[in-house]
Every structure is written in structure tokens, then in C-alpha cells.
């Protein structure tokens, strides 16, 4: 049986992990060190110590990869791969030399597009209508490695970060199972990725989720499913975060209002944008328990009519 060490943290790695701990000998898991977490701070463990520990695996929680003692450490466990799964960290030069059959990277993208932190994020934010992931042998850039295999995925209008998350998560397992086997057999040709044709995605900041009202009803649309269930999108009515949970957009709407006012179409709720409407379906107030949108203008009475934003 393969020795191999799993680099991962959130819930996108843990079906990778799961998958491999019943075929192959897990001699490390690395994962970043716990954190303080929540409205009361507690220290939580990330998704992927939680289930390592589970099984019984042995866990490394390094705060830097660049550490000698770290390399050494690796070394010693003598893994014939590693495979990567949204760790947080690009791998130095040091890591990857450890592994004589090298460091396989699971990405939920279909490279070269969408390189970077937050790839699941990005394809909504572009209107995809497919997606993939990718198995990558890793070199020093930045998911710059040849490609392994690679397998597709529907967007639906439904999907959000969240769900498109847990379906890709579901797919790169699958397809880690199919190629690891293989690789390591020597019955694949790494392809290299067309450079000219990457695009990029950064880490996702809270700041992300505000909404802008002079964009289009489709543009805040997007960013509504991009940004949920973190950071949401976001907006203020008087002078308190209003989040869009959940939306849909008009694109097709040409009535009166201005960017950002709250109106009344029929039995719905919709904001106006300079192109369509957004329907809104279930909001947060800050402090207050998610509702739709109808029961939320129930209870406050001067919304409807109302301009959300900043000054809102």
C-alpha cells in the first residue's frame, strides 16, 4: 500500500481525505493550526484535523511551511506522493522535492481558468454555465503545473458557492481515485496548461459581499450565490447590514425606480438597478434571524419604498 501525506483544511478536502484513508497508508495529514472562531471565540479545529483525528491519523499543524524542522519531518515519513486540497499555502520548493512520485493538487477549476484561492467563486461570478476540477502535478507556481485529468460540472441558476463547493468536493474525489492509481503506474502523461489562457482568482474579503446598486440586476444576482454563505451579500437600510440571502434577478424589468429602492411587483419584493430588478427572497437584519422577504417587510413597515445603501 502507497504511503502518502494529505495537505488540506476546509470542507472542500474532507471527501478527498475520506477517499484516501480507505485505500492508501495516510502516514500525515497537514492542516493549518486551529483558530479562534465565532461570536464567542472558541478555538476550532479546521474541517480536515476533525476527520483526520476521526480516523486516527496522524496530524501536523505547521503555522509555516518553510520551517526546516517541517521538511525534515515530512521527509521522514517517506511518502511516495502527497495530494493537495485547498490548503491555504503554496508549497516551497523544499515540500515539493520530498515525494519522488510528486504533489498532486485537487482544484476546483477547470485550469488554466480560474487559478487562485476562490475558483468556485469566481466561475458564478463570471456566469459560467460549467466548471470542473482538476488534477494538477504541482510545481512552484501558482496552479501553474501540468494537468493531470480533468472532469466538468454544471452551474445552475440555484447554485451557490456553498453547493457548487460540496458538488465539486464530491467530483475531485472521485476523479483523485481514478488518477492517483494511474499516476503512480506511470500510465499518465502530464499535459502542460496554456498559460496564455489562465485567468485568476484572489482570497475572498468580507468587503466583497457589499453590494454595488449602480450594477445590473444579473451582476448582483451573481455576486448574492458567489458570496453565500460567507461573507454574504451585503447592503444597509438604515444605517444597519442587510443581508441578500437569497435573490433572483429581473433582467428584463424596465419600471421606475432608482438604483437601490425597494418596491413592490405584485406579491414580491424587488430592488431597482439601472438594468432589471433584483427579487429579493430571504434577508438578514443584523442582529435578527434570516427571513423572507415578504415576513421581513411585515414586521418593518417603511421598507418597501425605502433606498438601501450606504446612507441607507
Known sequence: MERLVFMGTPDFAVPVLKALSGRYEMVGVVTRPDRRAGRGRNVEASPVKVVALAHGLPVLQPPRLRQPNLVAELG???????????????????????????CLNVHASLLPKHRGAAPVAAAILAGEEETGVTIMLMDEGMDTGPVLSQAICSISPQDTRGSLSARLAGLGADLLMDTLPRWLAGAIEPRPQDHSQATYSRIIVKEDGLIDWSQSAVEIWRRCRAYYPWPSAYTFWRGKLLKVLKAE???????????????????????????????????????KRALNAEDFARGQRDFVGSVLGRGG
Open 76 to 102: 521522514a515519513l517517506a511518502p511516495e506522493a502527497m495530494v493537495v486540497a485547498a490548503y491555504g499555502q503554496i508549497l516551497p520548493t523544499e515540500v515539493l522535492a520530498i515525494p519522488p512520485m510528486g
Open 249 to 287: 434577478a429581473l433582467p428584463h424589468w424596465s419600471g421606475e425606480g432608482e438604483p437601490g429602492q425597494v418596491m413592490a411587483l405584485d406579491e414580491n419584493l424587488a430592488v431597482a438597478t439601472p438594468e432589471g430588478a433584483l427579487l429579493l427572497r430571504e434577508v438578514q437584519l443584523a442582529g
